[in-house]
């Protein structure tokens, strides 16, 4: 009997899905004489709705430096479930039942920390489950990175770039609002990498006082124009933290814009990429760790080693326990080395400075 492999793509898309998927693939048409790979459509959505297809080796030719993924992808479709009866059914129990409906063996989840929950969840119904880390925010607890975030950072690089000859010639202050919900590790990374002067992370609640000195400092100095990167989770020390204005169309690169026009007067812009960062191909970096993490994903499934998620710790590709990697996620510490370079090349993080009392 051929061995069922089922795989599936979890929560938001990013480049290096693909390779991952074809990792797991193809390694595992090495290790095992005997396989079939079971392609579950959108998610977890497919999951529960037993949508899926047996796939065929050819459709894993040709999609390593494929943008998004073929699997398709949906977020949260892993929460009960309301039936106009009024009654609720648990999605783990119908995903657990698909499971057996499609005769998998073991199941692969590629996904970021929402998945890495669910997949907990489902390892915990007796499915034999191994997950993957893949996000743009690189905030999956317990691996040093994921893949997409370096294409992520690529692409936001760029975006920095390009900006900043504009802000030289119009003597302006630009403002690029970068993904990053909770974690600031693509605003901070990007921003190192394109020199901005702000950098204003979730982490590090920022004092727009502050933002505004080393705008005024730096014109003063002759410098006209200023850069500023700020993730989207960025928050001022005068915002409320428990306020929770993801999904309202809010954008808070707008807001500091408009925080800043009433404390300097230097002509500002705003540049929102969205999801323009995670489109795309994958960098070759993001291949080559996609690539290693699914040939892992392999290896563990061969070893019978489930309940496990792949990770990268000091260079190495190695796992954990999903168990201890669900529900957290890492977010950039106070005392992060990569802080430490930025302020010793002059970024500041916007953090209130003690004034003298008037
Ligand atoms: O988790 C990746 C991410 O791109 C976050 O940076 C961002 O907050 C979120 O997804 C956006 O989600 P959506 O694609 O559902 O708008």
């Excluded at 061995?3 to 390779?19: E, F, H, Q, V, Y």
């Excluded at 079971?38 to 040709?62: N, P, Q």
């Excluded at 006082?209 to 014109?219: C, G, K, L, Q």
């Excluded at 001022?236 to 808070?252: A, C, R, T």
């Amino acid at each position: 009997m051929a061995k069922r492999i089922g795989i599936l793509t979890s929560g938001g898309d990013c480049p290096g899905l693909n390779a991952a998927i074809r990792g797991v693939a193809r390694a595992s048409y090495q290790l095992f004489s005997d396989v079939q790979i079971v392609g579950v459509m959108d998610g977890f959505g497919g999951f529960i709705d037993l949508e899926y297809r047996e796939m065929e080796r050819h459709e894993f030719s040709g999609i390593l430096t494929l943008g998004g993924t073929i699997l398709r992808t949906s977020r949260q479709r892993d929460k009960m479930i309301r039936q106009n009866s009024g009654k609720y059914l648990d999605p783990f129990r119908m995903m657990a039942k698909n499971y057996e409906k499609m005769a998998l063996d073991c199941i692969v989840v590629i996904g970021g920390n929402g998945t890495h929950t669910a997949a907990g969840m489902l390892y915990d119904q007796g499915l034999n489950v191994i997950s993957l880390p893949k996000t743009i925010d690189n905030d999956v607890w317990g691996t040093d990175v994921t893949f997409g975030f370096q294409s992520a950072v690529d692409i936001a690089t760029d975006v920095i770039d390009k900006v900043h000859s504009t802000a030289f010639s119009h003597s302006r202050v630009m403002v690029v609002e970068l993904m990053g919900n909770e974690a600031g590790w693509l605003a901070l990374s990007a921003g190192i990498a394109g020199g901005a002067d702000v950098i204003l992370i979730p982490e590090i609640p920022y004092d727009i006082n502050t933002v505004a000195d080393v705008i005024n400092d730096r014109y003063e100095s002759g410098k006209h124009y200023s850069i500023i990167a700020i993730a989207e989770g960025a928050r001022s020390i005068h915002d409320d933290p428990e306020q929770n204005l993801k999904g309202q169309h809010y954008s808070v690169g707008y807001k500091l814009a408009d925080e800043l026009r009433k404390v300097i007067d230097i002509d500002t812009r705003v540049v929102v990429p969205g999801h323009y960062q995670r489109g795309g191909a994958p960098c070759p970096f993001d291949r080559v760790l996609a690539t290693q993490m699914g040939v892992y994903a392999a290896e563990l499934i061969k070893r019978g080693e489930f309940g496990t998620t792949v990770a990268v710790k000091d260079g190495k590709i190695t796992h954990n326990l999903i168990k201890d990697v669900a529900g957290k996620t890492k977010t950039v510490p106070r005392n992060a080395p990569l802080l430490d370079v930025g302020r010793k090349v002059g970024v500041s993080y916007g953090e209130p400075k003690a004034r003298k009392a008037e």
